[in-house]
């Protein structure tokens, strides 16, 4: 080799050394293999697919309410299904309750325009946006403070006048939740849900600008006793139903990034989505994908700890401890968001604020008092200490782990509440218990049924929560094993 080839080669040499970084991390300045090429923007692809899947979580979830609904009752502002005796386990639908009444309806302004709704005196409910925002509480928390009242729900794109005497909110979306609850009463032998569903049916829905003799009746078809999945889609639908509600609602309703995100993966409101090549198997894997990662956060805990409800117990606050926007000192919790909806809907000021006898709480625990996980096929005993903090009532329910679905065993309402009549004990405390079939000295109406071979989780609720639960003078025991 020549002394001038050397020089060359110790030259080169040196402009390779002093390549910037990326230059040298990315194939020494070259472009990558095709095939490398393929396989990374597919990557991306199925990333973007993962995070578009969680953070429109709230979406669908309030899309699958809607559209297993409406498939067995129809739709319109006029139809107002309520679970006239109480909602069981046959409803699939994310953490229901099954100890109030429940009244939901899904409201379109965009195609009826401004719509009122006249709620009845002491309902607890609620008003959201498609993304589960809250418009406005109802109720106590909410500003006719129990008495009830007119509510004007407004379209996103409304400039008109608004007139007097309501209670008027803009949505974001053109789809409204209406989500209303109302307390049963204490009858012979358990709750009585007559009062609460008379009073429910009180409800009226109608366009602001219609004539009286233009209104169409209401209706409240009995939801309670039916088979009906109101629970978002676990396939490729999920992609389908999120482009409709994209072209449907305004483009101000999704963040302008997070539109970016749907655009990458071919969602685009107004244009085709048309999926080729990979996508739709990657988009597929994502929808598969994504819930048990969803799962799996919930599954190993927050490393900060912040979902702990007391320091000496197992049970967890969902929110862990933000405010029910999922905010944080500087930051969205989209962690915990989606967990949240991957097992619940519906979020609301009155769920989250600590407000004495009127707002409601729903410490739940996964796990036992050692730590390990419940299973139906075990058999568990909870203490409520004496007088628990709910100046309307409490109630203990259990729940498939990752839906929020009820636990569906023959006995089809997996929960007890203070309506019931529930053996106490000397000092006034209560031992409920858990378990695939009742252990012979328990009595039946201290027993909830689980499913054996398969996890659950346990929530309490106290409504009109009380002082001494945020002072923690009163705790509920965790939940222990027996056999």
Not at 13 to 33: E, F, H, K, M, T
Not at 107 to 119: F, H, I, M, T
Not at 203 to 219: C, F, G, H, N, S
């Amino acid at each position: 080799m020549t002394l001038a080839a050397l020089g060359t080669l110790a030259t080169g040499a040196a402009v390779a050394a002093d390549a910037p970084p990326l230059v040298r991390q990315i194939n020494n300045g070259n472009w990558l293999s095709q095939t490398e090429a393929e396989s990374l923007r597919d990557e991306l692809f199925y990333q973007r697919a993962v995070h578009a899947y969680m953070t429109m979580l709230p979406a669908l979830n309030t899309i699958g309410m809607r559209d297993g609904s409406e498939a067995v009752f129809g739709k319109g502002y006029d139809v107002l299904p309520i679970w006239k005796d109480r909602m069981d386990s046959r409803t699939w639908v994310p953490t229901p309750n099954a100890d109030v009444i429940y009244s939901m309806s899904y409201l379109d302004l965009k195609k009826d325009g401004p719509l009122v709704v006249a709620a009845p005196p002491n309902v607890i409910g609620m008003f959201t946006d498609f993304f589960q925002r809250t418009i406005t509480d109802v109720g106590l928390i909410g500003p006719d403070r129990a008495r009830g009242g007119l509510y004007l729900l407004l379209p996103p794109d409304y400039t008109g006048e608004i007139p007097q005497g309501y209670f008027a909110f803009k949505s974001s979306t053109y789809n409204v939740l209406l989500f209303f609850r109302t307390i049963m009463k204490k009858g012979t032998n358990g709750p009585d849900p007559g009062p609460a569903v008379a009073l429910a049916e009180q409800t009226r829905v109608y366009p602001l600008w219609a004539a009286e003799k233009d209104l169409k009746p209401m209706q409240f078809p009995n939801a309670s006793g039916r088979r009906i999945n109101m629970m978002y889609p676990v396939d490729s639908s999920f992609w389908s139903k999120l482009k409709e509600f994209v072209d449907y609602e305004p483009a101000s309703a999704i963040d302008p990034e997070l539109s970016g995100v749907l655009a990458s993966i071919g969602i685009v409101k107004g244009q085709p989505f048309k999926p080729t090549g990979k996508q739709p198997q990657l988009l597929q894997k994502a929808v598969e994908t994504a819930p048990k990662m969803i799962l799996a956060q919930r599954q190993l805990g927050r490393p900060d700890g912040r979902d702990r409800y007391y320091k000496d117990r197992q049970y967890l606050n969902t929110w862990a401890s933000g405010t029910s926007e999922w905010l944080q000192e500087g930051y969205t919790d989209i962690t915990q968001r989606s967990s949240y909806f991957q097992i619940a809907f519906s979020s609301a000021s009155a769920m989250v604020m600590r407000t004495l006898d009127a707002g409601s709480k729903y410490p739940f625990t996964l796990k036992d008092a050692n730590g390990s996980f419940l299973t139906g096929s075990n058999v568990y005993r909870l203490h409520l200490p004496p007088n628990p903090p709910a100046k309307l009532f409490w109630a203990v329910t259990a729940y498939n782990i990752t839906d929020g679905t009820m636990t569906e065993a023959p006995q089809q309402l997996p929960s007890i509440n203070a309506f019931n009549d529930v053996a106490t004990n000397s000092d006034g405390s209560v031992d409920l218990w858990f378990g695939p079939q009742k252990p012979a000295e328990v009595p039946e109406s201290n027993w909830i049924q689980t499913v054996s071979g398969r996890n659950f989780l346990v929530a309490l609720r106290l409504y009109g929560t009380g002082v001494e639960f945020f002072d923690q003078t009163w705790k509920p025991d965790d939940v222990v094993k027996v056999r």
